[in-house]
């Protein structure tokens, strides 16, 4: 079946891209090396990972029990820019936790109606209740980024979302929502060889949408609106925190240690945790959007 975006990436990669990626990618053996921009020169060795990535799912575990009992209330926010790793992550915070009280939520483009509400209502029904853990694939941060990239909103409307923003975090914070937000970030090279990769395998088709393709052109509007949104939305009481992922083993372990170690919940085990990488997770220090 023949898409619309069938050999639009390979298009812009040997038409568009500029000859910094197409030396990066020419440079790099995708199996091993990373851009000598990232911090770490290879990727993470598979049998490191997965020793690692099997400690932090008990821990996760552990964090789930402890969160039913107490009926906490979890919330976690994942953007970032297309391919970026988001949605392999959230499905390791996910699996091996019961998913009544784990879930995802993925929107949809608003209808007709959602258009017409105030901007954060469709948001509010999916927030947690006590016990429950909710990952937001791509969340109200889309009027940050998405939109205003796109002309999807007016600027009005954008400056009012940033007016917004602050005071809706902080009412979820303070009526007791732990709320976690995560900016994934990937180089331009990784990036376009991610898109590739899914435009040229047949089960990896649903990951790309014309917005993607688009999006490839828009690399420094993107990362002007990433940098505002960032910059206007980082607070005390809701931090930002930038996972630099053009290593998805390396991104994905640490998002999971940041969210253990602000809990103390029942028979944790900080040593199984280990340390976050603050070379590719943190705050304002790593903002290289």
Known sequence: MDLPFDGAISAYYQDDAPKSVHNAIKSADK??????TYPHDERMDKNDYER????????????????RE????????????????????IRRFLLNL?????????????????????YFQRYISHLPAAGDMVLFDRSWYNRGVVEPVFGFCTPDENAQF????????????????????????VGRAEQLQRMLARE??????????????KGLHLWNEYSAAIQDTLTRS???????????????RRARLNAIRTVLHHFNYDRKDTD?????DTSICGGPEIWDV
């Open 98 to 118: 019961n998913p009544r009280k784990a879930r995802v939520v993925a929107l949809s483009k608003p209808t007709e109606t959602e258009q017409s509400q105030w």
């Open 52 to 67: 690692e990535m099997d400690a932090l799912q008990i821990e996760l575990v552990k964090l789930q029990a402890w969160v």
């Open 31 to 36: 199996d091993d090396v990373l851009s000598d």
């Open 200 to 213: 040229s395998d047949p089960l990896k088709h649903w990951k790309l949408s014309g917005i993607d393709v």
């Open 272 to 276: 199984a945790i280990g340390e976050i």
């Open 234 to 248: 980082h607070t005390i009481h809701a931090p930002w925190t930038v996972v630099r992922s053009d290593d998805k």
């Open 162 to 185: 940033f007016m917004q923003v602050q005071p809706f975090e902080q009412m979820l914070v303070e009526d007791g929502v732990h709320l976690f937000k995560f900016w994934l970030n």
């Open 70 to 89: 107490t009926g906490t209330r979890i919330a976690i926010v994942f953007e970032g820019r297309d391919a970026a790793g988001k949605g392999g992550t």
